[in-house]
């Protein structure tokens, strides 16, 4: 069964610092991953997915992923964080075999500090 | 195409009442997918259609609960006899068939039973 592990519910940074939000995932085949932002009262917007192409994964907003199979994670990052970064995050795992339904992680809200 | 639609965006219903959502895919994306999210989870898989076939219901889908897509075009999830339990954001996504593209949410309804 898939499942996903997100450490840390919440996560503060100062605006311009470094965002790592840790996501690892359990699946029994080469899974597809996802990371999601959703913002208050709205659905959830795709930041970036990984689909067994190039590992490190580029995605919208200055995010990136890097998928690490042997340490089954993949973290979410960003250089330098902007006040337009707060929000919730996912991360999520698919498998073709399941219908490619999305089994999610339970959040990390992040915090940008002026 | 203007993304996935949901209506209405929020619904206030006493206990025991029914109610009717609907979910307006992207037009070329022949799958279907309902998640519910609660207060400070992600969001769980309900069900998915693919065409106008529904091929997977979760366990969270009590007989209470029921979803149509006539003509593999729009889709209704309606949960008869509400319960305060059932208060929670009902999420709609639609993908191509190939789902290792992502889907694409719509805004959610949001249900609160009182």
């Known amino acids: 069964a898939q499942s996903v592990t997100q450490l840390g519910s919440h996560v503060s940074v100062s605006e311009g610092a470094l965002v790592l939000l840790r996501c690892n995932y359990s699946s029994s085949v080469p899974p597809y991953l996802f990371w999601y932002v959703q913002y208050p009262n709205q659905g959830l917007q795709l930041l970036l997915k990984?689909?067994?192409?190039?590992?490190l994964v580029k995605g919208i907003n200055g995010f990136e992923a890097e998928f690490k199979k042997s340490e089954t994670s993949f973290h979410l990052t960003k250089p330098s964080a902007h006040m337009s970064d707060a929000a919730e995050y996912f991360c999520?795992?698919?498998?073709?075999?399941?219908?490619?339904?999305?089994?999610f992680g339970a959040g990390t809200i992040l915090r940008v500090k002026s | 195409d203007t993304g996935v639609s949901q209506d209405p965006r929020h619904k206030i219903t006493k206990r025991g009442q029914n109610v009717t959502f609907r979910c307006d895919p992207i037009s070329e994306h022949n799958r279907l997918y309902w998640y519910r999210q609660t207060l400070g989870q992600g969001p769980e898989f309900l069900t998915y259609?693919?065409?106008?076939?529904?091929?997977?219901k979760s366990r969270l889908l009590s007989d209470r609960f029921s979803a149509e897509r006539p003509k593999g075009s729009f889709s209704t999830l309606e949960i008869q006899r509400t319960e305060q339990g059932d208060s929670a954001m009902y999420l709609c996504?639609?993908?191509?068939?190939?789902?290792?593209?992502?889907?694409?949410f719509g805004s959610g309804t949001r249900l609160t039973v009182v």
């Open positions: 990984y689909t067994s192409a190039a590992t």
């Open positions: 259609f693919q065409n106008e076939a529904q091929l997977e």
């Open positions: 996504a639609s993908s191509l068939v190939s789902g290792n593209y992502g889907y694409t």
């Open positions: 999520a795992v698919s498998e073709e075999k399941y219908g490619n339904k999305l089994v």
